[in-house]
């Protein structure tokens, strides 16, 4: 029905930058809301960047000022720009995307995750 792709994960160093992108395909009329989310082994699953349709962005405060959201309606694309990474980003990150689909219905996919990995 609808497929999220996620790519650019890896190991870096601490200090060093990634970016992750997230394609959707499939059965869509629209897209809202776009996030991306990370979960670390035993932790939970957290919101840690949003952007809307509207290009709003929303950031939590462990990632602000390091991390930047961005996305390209026309590729139906959402990218996680990371700079500065740290240890303690290391984790699965998932991307979410809201998506009105052709058969009128509002769900909510994600992506398959990939991981990142920042270890000297």
């Known amino acids: 029905q609808v497929q999220l792709v996620e790519s650019g994960g890896g190991l870096v160093q601490p200090g060093g930058s990634l970016r992750l992108s997230c394609a959707a395909s499939?059965?869509?009329?629209?897209?809202?809301?776009m996030g991306w989310y990370r979960q670390a082994p035993g932790k939970q699953r957290d919101l840690i960047a949003s952007i809307t349709s509207g290009a709003t962005t929303n950031y939590a405060d462990s990632v602000k000022g390091r991390f930047t959201i961005s996305r390209d309606n026309n590729k139906n694309t959402v990218f996680l720009q990371m700079n500065s990474l740290k240890p303690e980003d290391t984790a699965v990150y998932y991307c979410?995307?809201?998506?009105?689909?052709?058969?009128?219905?509002?769900?909510?996919?994600w992506g398959q995750g990939t991981q990142v990995t920042v270890s000297s």
């Open positions: 499939g059965s869509i009329a629209s897209i809202g809301t």
């Open positions: 979410n995307a809201h998506v009105l689909t052709t058969g009128r219905a509002i769900n909510s996919f």
